[in-house]
């Protein structure tokens, strides 16, 4: 008897396997939707569309974008869990709502364990770029003006939680400095105050900044990367300027749901990392500022993981609270 029931078991996972082989083979036979839960205009859902276009052409399918602002990304990424898990609906994880918002509040999702990673679709660093009329020219430059400035020096972000405000944070612990952080709404309203001479300096998204500071409106003083920006060459980075562990950059890929059958997941991942190696793609992304990271589903996994250690740990130590 227990050999039959272990053939008959096995015989069930195999028919399992068959039928999911199947279902893989035939997926998808529809059109796909992809949830951006932000407004449209902006990076993330730039990023969406570009990717939609290779994406669709290696699953023979339409890719649908869909804008569901709100809350930071977090409505959206938490209203994901209502769509069936058949790979028909893919949500755009983003750094805000995979990282940052769970780090400071409690939220309906765990980040690492309910999504499948597919792959990046868009990074960009960070640049601390500062007003002309501040008269410094280099990082260390600016350091030693706001040590001989302290709390006098205003640093614009796009937000009290957001990425460029936990660059600021992390600055400031890494140079010792104290700096007054002014707030916006993003990156597109502290731009013309600083531009405007309303605040000091600002960390922005450098695909949004490197026009101004390509033709001297403003001055870019560091890239809060590993290497130089392709949009903004002269600009140093943090490192070459004494400042190696100040890194941060935003990033958004795609993601479904875990509970998605395993079969249509990798379909998904491997036509991702087809889409990601399209010349065209990859061009738009670099005339853009941008790139999209290694390609593949554990590059992406790993930076979650890695960011949401990292800025928890620096949510923590400033005391962030978020709205």
Do not use: C
Not at 3 to 23: D, M, Y
Not at 272 to 287: E, G, H, R, T
Not at 291 to 308: M, N, Q, S, V
């Amino acid at each position: 008897m227990r050999s039959i029931a272990k053939i008959l078991i096995a015989t069930a996972i195999l028919g399992v396997a068959g039928l999911q082989a199947a279902i893989a083979d035939d997926f998808p036979t529809r059109a796909i939707r992809v949830i951006v839960p932000y407004a449209a205009g902006g990076p993330s859902d730039t990023g969406a569309r570009l990717m939609a276009e290779p994406l669709s052409r290696e699953l023979g399918q339409p890719l649908i974008i869909e804008n569901q602002g709100g809350g930071g990304g977090l409505n959206a990424t938490e209203s994901y869990a209502k769509y069936p898990p058949d790979g028909y609906t893919i949500l755009l994880g983003a750094i805000g709502p995979f990282t940052i918002i769970p780090a400071a509040q409690k939220v309906s999702y765990d980040p690492l364990h309910d999504f499948a990673p597919l792959g990046l679709v868009w990074t960009s660093p960070l640049t601390l770029a500062v007003s002309p009329t501040l008269g410094v020219k280099t990082l260390k430059d600016f350091i030693a003006y706001a040590k001989a400035n302290p709390g006098k020096v205003t640093v614009g972000s796009a937000g009290v939680g957001s990425v460029t405000h936990l660059a600021i944070e992390l600055f400031k612990h890494e140079a010792g400095l104290e700096l007054n952080h002014i707030p916006f709404r993003s990156t597109s309203e502290s731009l013309p105050a600083l531009m405007g001479g309303q605040i000091d300096a600002l960390f922005g998204d450098t695909p949004i900044i490197a026009t101004q500071i390509t033709s001297g409106q403003i001055v870019g003083i560091a890239v809060a990367a590993k290497k130089r920006e392709e949009a903004i060459p002269n600009v140093p980075t943090m490192a070459e300027g004494g400042q190696p562990d100040v890194e941060a950059a935003s990033w958004f890929g795609f993601v479904v749901s875990s509970k998605t059958p395993p079969a249509i997941v990798k379909r998904l991942q491997d036509a991702m990392i087809a889409a990601q190696k399209n010349p065209d793609y990859v061009a738009k992304l670099s005339k853009l500022g941008a790139r999209f990271g290694e390609p593949g589903p554990d590059a992406y996994a790993d930076l979650i993981k890695t960011d949401a250690v990292k800025w928890k740990t620096v949510i923590d130590e400033a005391g962030i609270k978020l709205n």
